[in-house]
């Protein structure tokens, strides 16, 4: 049953202005589970949201439950750093990613909710000849995938941030950009997500945490959860960090390990850097919110944790490159860090399958880099479910691949993936 | 900061070691006959587990040889550290 939402506009802004604010309506409803659904996803994060999402857009399937154990996007998707860009190398990689960033470019008017996309420029520093020629050969590949980059001088660095110390230890030898690349408002993901898809009718149960399935003759027939269990026609997973425990469940392992990744915000500050910089040498990435916070991460913890604080020599190892690149921010003081489980795989891409559990599918893997992949993501994985089989773009990414040694390698490719 | 006890050296600082993974992983003993699904799982799979989990160290800047470890993978704390070789010992709240 459709849920319709008055459409948020300058004029409704103005209206509840009138009256303080006080009257806006819930952005969705928060039902009690039914006793069966179509379609259940697992997980409320971004990929899980925007799955349900395109399943009663795209394909009609509106009798859908998104169960999400926590709070929505507060797994990875509400504790990531915003990255979106899809300059990757392989074929793959860039089709799925590429899909993504063409759905960023119209989703808040297509939600009807401002995420925030800012495709203010990704630029990619290289610090040695082995960048160099990593970067010249990613650049190429993208280019032949019609994806844009730029490759940058120093100098051409140095325009883009004035204050950067080009000669520092790792010293800048140039860079890449893409100028499609850029941020996107976390929490204003999910949230209009969840909107939209409440208003075509999907159910989304917060603190509902599935901890078992009702399989039958290798067939899944419905979740047992904290709150009942829930019959389900299909099930998709969509649970990152958790999803070796939801395998678990299944009866199956995955490829995946759970590592933390830390965050650190800064205070809030005047503009001072208007692109977003990554550096997989030194490993430190940044961006300023528009609030002012500097938005900065690093590698992933070096052991398996489910732990959300991360492990803190990671502190040093992200905070010292920072300050090298940019002396200028010695002095700022950072505020909050936090830690988010990334599942990730040896080839850093994600797993996006069939099972070995029929009429449920997982769409996990994504490690530190799947946020920029929320749109791309939840569609190809809604028309997978929708029809039963991997849509083109999805089924690369399928489990069998650690199998054949298909790889799809972007781990060896940039040794990075945020 | 954690504290790691190497077997040979005593307690120090986490920063002195490097994580190995899950340990007690057997490289199969019939490399031959052993299918493609065989291979990917004993290179690719692991049990990832969310609670007692036991893995590999070195203790990289200093004797620099392997061990292994017991560890809550949800608070952190360790359990246990015992020799490369020596039986897992059995800890509390592992339903393994
Ligand atoms: C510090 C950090 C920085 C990052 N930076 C970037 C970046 O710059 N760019 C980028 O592209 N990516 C980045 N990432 C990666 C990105 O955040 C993730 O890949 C992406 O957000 C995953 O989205 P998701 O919806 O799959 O997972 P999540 O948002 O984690 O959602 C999964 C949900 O499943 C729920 N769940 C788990 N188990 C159960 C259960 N049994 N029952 C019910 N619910 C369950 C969880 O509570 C969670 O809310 C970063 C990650 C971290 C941690
Ligand atoms: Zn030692």
Known sequence: MANPKSKYSIFSLVRNALSYHEGWEAQWRSPDPKSAYDVVIIGGGGHGLATAYYLAKEHGI??????????????????????????????ESAAIYDHAVNLWENLSQELNYNVMFSPRGLLHLAHNVHDMQEIQRRGNSNFMN?????????GQCQQLVPFMNLGCR??????????????????AVAWGYARAADALGVDIIQKCEVTGFDIENGVVRGVQTTRGNIGAGKVGVVTAGHSGVTAEMAGFRLPIESFPLQAFVSEPMKPVIDVVVMSNTVHAYISQSDKGELVIGGSGDPYISYSQRGCFDQVEHVVGPVIELYPIFSRV??????????????????????????????NVGWGTGGFKATPGSGHVFAASLAKGEMHDIAAPFAMDRFHTGALIDEAAAAAVAH | MLTIKCPWCGDRDLTEFAAGGEGH????????????????????????????????????????RWFNAVRDTVSDEFLAFYKTGEPAPKVEGDGS
């Open chain 1, 146 to 154: 019609g994806i844009d980059a730029e490759m940058l001088t120093p």
């Open chain 1, 170 to 187: 790792y010293p800048v030898m140039g860079g890449v950009l893409q100028r499609r690349g850029g941020t996107a408002r976390h929490d």
């Open chain 2, 25 to 64: 992983i057997a490289r199969p003993l019939e490399p031959a006959t052993q299918s493609d699904a065989e291979w990917g799982d004993y290179i690719y799979t692991r049990k990832n587990t969310k609670g007692i989990h036991y893995e590999r160290w070195m203790h990289a800047q200093g004797c620099r």
């Open chain 1, 62 to 91: 509106t009798n859908v439950a998104v169960l999400e154990k926590g709070w929505l996007g507060g797994g990875n998707t509400g504790r990531n750093t915003t990255i979106v860009r899809s300059n990757y190398l392989w074929d």
């Open chain 1, 333 to 362: 003081r950072m505020m909050r860090q936090w830690g988010g489980i990334t599942d990730v795989t040896i080839d850093r891409s994600p797993v996006i399958t069939k099972t070995p559990v029929e009429n449920m599918m997982f």
